[in-house]
Every structure is written in C-alpha cells, then in structure tokens.
C-alpha cells in the first residue's frame, strides 16, 4: 500500500486506448477484460482475509441475468448496472451470512457449491432462461440515447475504464481502513480480533457482500458487452478463471486485477487464434511460472523493476 | 466480598478425567493486583480463558461489576470491559507494532468505518499514547514477527490495554523474559496500569515478581484454589511452600516450559 498508483494507472489507460484505436476489435476484448478485473477486485478482498472463492462466477452470472431479465422492461445502462449490482449484493448476503462461518477449504467449496446450484438452475429452468441456449440482450440506451453499435462500444469501454478506476480508488480506501485491515487479521489471528470485540464473521460478510456487488458489476458490463448470456458464466471453470487472474495479476495492489485480467484476456485470445489446441497448456504453463517464480504476480513483477530503478514515491 | 468487581463462584470444567478447575470461588475488587501461582497444569490458563469466554464452564458462575457473564462470547465479554493477553503472545502478523494495537484502539471507536484510514490522526494519536507507555515506540513500525520474546509479550499487553479495560487478565506476562529485563517490563506494566486504574490479574511464575508487584496472591492447584491473601503471609504457609513453590522452584530450575 502507500505506494503511488497514479503514474500505472495513467500509462494503463492511455495504452489500452491507444490499442484500440489502432486494432478497433480491442475495445470489445478490453471491456471484457476490465469486467473481469472488477470480479476479480472483488476476490481480492477475499484473499485479504486468506480466503479463496471458487465460486465468484455465481455473482458474476447474477449480475448479468439480471441485465438479460430487466432489459425488456428497462433498457437504460444507467439503470441497468444498478440493479445487476443490487441484485448480486443481495444474493451476496444470503449465502454471505451462511459462507463467512466458514474457513479455508470450506469457504472456497461451498462457494463453488452455490455457483454450481445456480448453473443448473439456469440450465434447467429453460421457460425463463431458455436454458443453454441463453438469452440475447438488445442493446440498451446510455443515459437515454440510443447508440451504434461502434460509439456504444467506445462508450462501454469509457464506462468500464470509469468504474474501474473509481472503485479500484475505494477499494484501496478500503483496505487501509480498519474493516480493510482487519481482514489480513482474520488471516493471521482471527480470535485475537474477537477478543477485541470485533465479530471476524462480521467482518467477512462485508467483503464478501462488497465482493458479490463488484463481480454483479462485473457481469452486468458483461452482458452489456457481449449482448448475449449463458449458464456458462456462472459454470465453476469461469469461477477459477477469476482466481487465476487474481494470482496472475498479484494481490498487492487494487491494479493487480486489472492488469491480470487484461493480459488473461489478450494471452487467451491471441494464443487461441495462434495455437488453438494448446493456448489452455499456456495458460497453465504461465499460471505455474507465475506461482513458482513470481508470487506476487505480474503487479509484484512491476514493483520489482521499478524499484530496481528507484522509480519508488 | 459482595463488593467484589469480578467475582468467580463453584467454577468447573474438565477436559477427559482432568479437572482444569474443581470448584474455582475468587472475587476481585476494583483496583486490585492479584497474581496468580501454581504449577504447569494446574488449570490457571483455564480460568483465564473461562473469564473471558473463550471455554465455557460446565458449572459455576462468572460475575462482573454485579452482572452475570458466564458463557457470554468473548467478544460481549471485551465489551464490557474485561481484556486479556496470552502467555504465548497472538500478534496479527502481517501487520507492523503500531497497526496491532492500532486495530484494538480502532476497536472501540468507528471501526466499521470503511473509508477512514486506520491510522488516522486520532487513532494514531491515542496508539502511539499506549506505545509510549509500554516503551514501544521505537518499534513502532515494526512487523510483528521480528519482535524479540519481551517486546511480543508487551506488545501483546499493549494490544489488550487499549481497549481501555476494566480489568486485565494476563497470562504470564514475564514468562520467556530473560530474568533481568522481568522487572523492567513489570515496572512499565504496572505503571500503565496504576495509571489507568486498572484491575490486574497476572499469572506469574517468579515469586520474586510475585513479592513485588501483588496486593493478594492465590495458589492454584490440581484446579483447586489452596490458598489466598498477602504475599508475604501466602509465600511462607508451609502447606503452599510444600505443594506449589517447591515444584516451582524445581520447575524454574528445570529451565523453560514447554506449554501452549
Ligand atoms: N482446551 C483444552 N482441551 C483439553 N485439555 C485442556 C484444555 N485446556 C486445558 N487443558 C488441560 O487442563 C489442565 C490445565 O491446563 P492449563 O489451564 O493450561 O494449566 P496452567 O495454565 O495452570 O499451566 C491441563 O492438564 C491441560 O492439559
Ligand atoms: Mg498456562
């Protein structure tokens, strides 16, 4: 913490604005990305307090079901992403208040549990979600103006890139609070905390509600994004996806998501075209790098070489 | 005594067929400094962790400031102003010296607050008040795993006292003390204290300790209190001499514990 984020932060943005400017298909792939990086800002929390989720795909799909739902009857963004918000905040406390008793292995289990309940839920009940085959969101207006498709996508990323950095701003407000604080203590000692009078269970719930509202963000850009949603999203692989970017993007800093998921997306999609058999392998062979030589990821990578060149403030 | 601020009644609990506490009556007046003796096993950790929640008695009753607490979880029983430290000290150790006890200052005041920092001015103001009166101060911004055994041990008291208890129980304060730092640290503790107005129950295996800084001492044995009152009426009872201190003695000669 402490560290100053504004000059990565900047340099992040003008580069992926530059980018999609000279290769326009980019906007769709950064937007996607910054989705993803803000579920995954969410499972940072988590892993503050030491605990892992398998299972964020579940909030992730709630935010973007509830694009897909309320979209016929609403058809503004601006009202939209609340509601995917709201919506995920709320299944958030429901499982939050049974989820936070537990620790570890069964925090990250029963987390998966409830994704996977709500996969088959989305598959099975096809008379509202019409099952695998998902439903197709029409374009929504943006502050009450109906856009083409090329200004909406410029627009979707501006709005990504905003919240990204807004809520990337208050998390790290966050976690120098003591709620924040409090969560690396639920990691080390987490009866010392009760013995200050403090319920850790308490503490975790609002992480965790917080975590649930940032991944239905999340999912809500991304059916805006991709005008489409399937069970998919809430399937455990996606789940691990977010993990995955969170331990490529490294916990240090609130960037670390952003920037995981943005070379997550760019690895996937370029090595997909180029190696289509192989691109999982090289995932696989980059998480394991990542976590063998490289624990604090690629933000951890980054602070190393700046601080080699005395680039600190 | 029904004047007594913590008071202890017929307090039972065993664990298989060993009775930690057989039937523990203590009361505690405000102000009082009250050291507590006896032999590893004796069940002295376990009246401290039944005080404070942490194991609930099977029998018996636990009384504070005239109200019943017994059972209560550790967490309503800080909040009404009884505060503990451990003999092995529980230190958050991802954090710095200043942000332990910051996090127990923070406590009580705004904690739930998500978007002020933790050491702002205020907190920081009143951490730094308790590091200066536990000599901490220059280790302020230290992680808590690079600590020396006294400078854990204070720290660890420093993290209880601010929660500005009513009273503080505290689990071999000078135990893995090097003998000659001991009275420093309980010069520091007791001068807190007194300060502060604290009640103090301490458990404390060097009667020399003992001698010094206790108004009463009580003698634990087998789960049992054998005896209580004035050190220096309690140390010389030739029934304590023979039961408990002559296995302290022994106990100190042998050298360090090994004990959770
Ligand atoms: N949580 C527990 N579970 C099982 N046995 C325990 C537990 N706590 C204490 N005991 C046992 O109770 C007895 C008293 O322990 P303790 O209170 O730690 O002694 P002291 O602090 O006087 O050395 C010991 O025999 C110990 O092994
Ligand atoms: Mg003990």
Redesign the interface.
């Given at each position: 913490m402490g560290r100053n984020l504004t000059l990565p932060t900047v340099l992040g943005i003008a580069l992926l604005f530059g980018l999609s400017f000279l290769a326009p298909w980019l906007k769709f792939v950064f937007t996607i990305a910054l989705a993803k990086g803000l579920a995954v800002l969410g499972i940072l929390l988590l892993l503050r307090a030491g605990q892992v989720s398998f299972g964020h795909a579940l909030y992730v799909a709630v935010g973007a079901y509830t694009v897909a739902f309320t979209r016929p009857v609403a058809g503004d963004v601006l009202i939209l992403l609340p509601l995917a918000v709201l919506a995920a905040g709320t299944v958030g406390v429901l499982v939050g208040l049974f989820v936070t008793r537990y620790r570890d292995i069964f925090f990250g289990m029963l987390n998966l549990a409830f994704s996977m309940v709500f996969y088959s839920l989305l598959e099975k009940l096809y008379a509202y979600t019409k099952g695998t085959d998902g439903i197709t969101v029409v374009r929504p207006s943006i502050a009450g103006v109906m856009l083409e498709r090329v200004p909406y996508e410029w627009t979707m990323l501006c709005l990504a890139l905003t919240l990204a950095v807004g809520l990337g701003l208050l998390a790290r407000v966050f976690l120098a609070s003591p709620l924040g604080q409090a969560l690396p203590a639920i990691k080390t000692r987490e009866t010392r905390l009760e013995f200050a009078g403090i319920s850790a269970k308490r503490v975790l719930l609002v992480s965790y509600v917080a975590s649930a509202m940032l991944a239905g963000l999340g999912g809500g850009l991304i059916a805006m994004t991709t005008l489409h949603v399937t069970p998919l999203l809430a399937y455990w692989t996606h789940s691990g996806e977010l993990v995955f970017i969170a331990i490529l993007g490294g916990g240090g800093a609130v960037l670390g998501p952003f920037l995981g998921a943005v070379v997550f997306e760019l690895v996937r999609v370029y090595a997909a075209a180029a190696f289509p058999d192989a691109w999982q392998m090289i995932l696989g062979a980059v998480l394991l790098a990542i976590i063998l030589f490289a624990s604090r990821g690629l933000w951890g990578i980054y602070e190393d070489l700046t601080a080699k060149r005395g680039v600190r403030s | 005594m029904s004047g007594a601020l913590l008071s202890a009644r017929g307090l039972r609990i065993a664990f298989g067929g060993v009775k930690a506490a057989d039937g523990i009556d203590l009361d505690i007046a405000e102000g009082e400094f009250v050291a507590i003796i006896g032999p590893n096993g004796a069940g002295k950790t376990t009246f401290i962790n039944m005080t404070?929640g942490?194991l609930r008695p099977q029998a018996g009753t636990i009384t504070f400031a005239g109200e019943p607490i017994t059972g209560l979880?550790?967490?309503?029983i800080?909040?009404r102003g009884i505060?503990?430290s451990f003999q092995i000290p529980?230190?958050?150790?991802?954090?710095t010296v200043i942000?332990n006890v910051?996090?127990?200052v923070?406590?009580?005041r705004?904690?739930?607050?998500?978007?002020?920092?933790?050491l702002d001015r205020p907190?920081t103001a009143a951490t730094m008040a308790i590091l200066d009166q536990f000599g901490l101060r220059h280790v302020a911004e230290a992680k808590a795993t690079e600590l020396n055994e006294g400078t854990r041990k204070l720290t660890d008291i420093a993290?209880?006292m601010a929660?500005e208890p009513r009273v503080l129980l505290m689990d071999e304060p000078t135990s893995g003390v090097a003998s000659a730092e001991k009275f420093d640290i309980m010069d520091t503790l007791v001068g807190a204290l007194r300060a502060r107005g604290v009640t103090a129950v301490f458990v404390e295996h060097d009667m020399e300790v003992v001698e010094r800084y206790a108004d009463r001492v009580a003698v634990w044995s087998q789960g049992k209190i054998l005896a209580s009152g004035p050190p220096a009426e309690v140390l010389n009872d030739p029934a304590v001499l023979r039961e408990v201190i002559g296995v302290e003695v022994k106990h100190a000669a042998g050298g360090g514990h090994a004990h959770a």
């Open positions: - | 404070t942490y979880q550790p967490r309503q800080v909040r505060a503990r529980q230190l958050f150790t991802e954090h942000e910051a996090l127990k923070a406590a009580h705004g904690f739930w607050h998500g978007l002020r920092p933790l907190t993290m209880a929660l």
